[in-house]
Each structure stands twice: as structure tokens, then as C-alpha cells.
């Protein structure tokens, strides 16, 4: 009668053990899932469609530059490849695909804004390597004619270059030296800056100049007026 208690017992040790080992199987394959699910994208999230729009713009400006290059392509292009790795940092802390990338949508300022969505709490952008030497924009393009005073870039949102520095915008429409107003029709919040770099969009706002009239969690402004005021 002991030997049969005892080997009970043990059976009983046996499968309590078994029960457990499944029981945390199963809330890793949970804990796996919840966490897979977590990840944002560009369509499910307005900060990380506006970090895989600058991620896009500067994949964008360096296929150009590796297309027609020039003496300065090579410097231009380690500065955005840096650039390129703080936006993906900030992916990352966002909670958003880490790498994901968007060209500029030229959505019309005429189109319903849609909710937005904040990205988890953060710290300011992370600052990245200086700005490359600036380069003239084209002197055939349309926005580098325009008059002061006139409202340019019509229908364009706008988004962060990643790159650090004071207060600046980087333009492939207009050359260095130009001021551009940059009004966020969303919190009414507006900033003048200079262009002082060729980018892949009609206007980009380095880190410091979006900080100054972004909304908390965003990385994308889509209702924007944009003006060349000298």
C-alpha cells in the first residue's frame, strides 16, 4: 500500500510539472503575440507615418544623389545615411516598424484630417549629424520663381528631415538662402526658416524647426501653409 501511495505521489509531481511547463509555453507564445501586435505601421499610426515619410524622403535624396552625383554627393550622402539611422531610432522608440519607409504624400490640404494617434511617450528627436553643405536647388524648377509673399508647395504635407542643428529646412524646389513660412493649420503654430540643403520634398523642417510647430506625437503635419516670405 506504501509503494502504490508513493508512486502516486510522484505521478501527481509528474504532471503538475508537465501542467506548469505547458502553462508557460503557452503565455510566452501570448506574451510573443501581444508583442507582434503591438508594432504600429504607417497606416495605423500618424507618428509613424510621418517618421517612414522622412525615412522615404532621404532614401529618396540619396538614390538621386548616387544618380547624378556631383564633389559633394559622397558627404551628402553619409550625412543622410546618419540621418537615416536617427529616424530609425526613433521608429524604434515610437513603437513603430523599425525601417519602414513612405515617399511625401502629396495629400490636399482640402482632404478630411484623418484621427490622430500618439506615439508612445518620448524623448525630443534625437539629434543627428550636421547638416551637409548646401547645394542650390535646380534653376528650372517652378518653386524657386515664385514671388515673396506667396503661398508655394500647394497640397504638400510636411514632415522632418531627421537632421539636426538650429532651426532650418531643406528644399528641392527652392535654393539655399531662401525663407520659408511654415504654418501648421492644425494648432495654428508657425515657423520661419531658412533653406539650407537640397532634399527629396518640397519642404522638410530639420528636428529643431519641427519641434517648434509639430503636435505632441506627431511626425507629420498634414494640413500645412506654406509660404516663401524672402
Do not use: W, Y
Request: proline content about 4%; overall charge positive.
Amino acid at each position: 500500500m506504501s509503494r502504490r501511495r508513493t508512486l502516486s505521489t510522484k505521478k501527481k509531481i509528474a504532471l503538475l510539472v508537465s501542467a506548469a511547463t505547458v502553462a508557460g509555453g503557452g503565455a510566452f507564445a501570448l506574451a510573443a503575440t501581444s508583442n507582434a501586435a503591438s508594432v504600429q505601421t504607417a497606416q495605423t499610426s500618424v507618428a509613424c507615418q510621418g517618421l517612414a515619410t522622412a525615412l522615404g524622403n532621404n532614401q529618396s535624396f540619396i538614390a538621386d544623389q548616387k544618380a547624378h552625383p556631383d564633389s559633394q554627393s559622397a558627404a551628402r550622402i553619409a550625412n543622410r545615411e546618419a540621418v537615416i539611422a536617427q529616424i530609425k531610432v526613433q521608429q524604434q522608440a515610437s513603437g513603430c516598424a523599425v525601417g519602414e519607409s513612405a515617399q511625401d504624400s502629396q495629400t490636399g490640404q482640402q482632404n478630411a484630417q484623418q484621427p490622430a494617434q500618439s506615439a508612445p511617450a518620448q524623448s525630443a528627436p534625437a539629434q543627428a549629424a550636421p547638416a551637409a553643405p548646401a547645394q542650390s536647388a535646380p534653376a528650372n524648377n517652378a518653386g524657386g520663381g515664385a514671388a515673396t509673399g506667396q503661398q508655394v508647395c500647394n497640397g504638400s504635407t510636411v514632415t522632418l528631415s531627421g537632421e539636426g542643428g538650429a532651426p532650418a529646412a531643406s528644399s528641392n524646389q527652392f535654393p539655399a538662402g531662401t525663407k520659408l513660412k511654415v504654418t501648421n493649420l492644425d494648432n495654428n503654430k508657425s515657423t520661419t526658416v531658412e533653406v539650407t540643403s537640397v532634399s527629396g520634398s518640397c519642404a522638410l523642417l530639420n528636428n529643431a524647426a519641427f519641434e517648434q510647430v509639430r503636435e505632441p506625437g506627431k511626425f507629420l503635419i498634414r494640413r500645412a501653409l506654406i509660404e516663401k516670405v524672402g
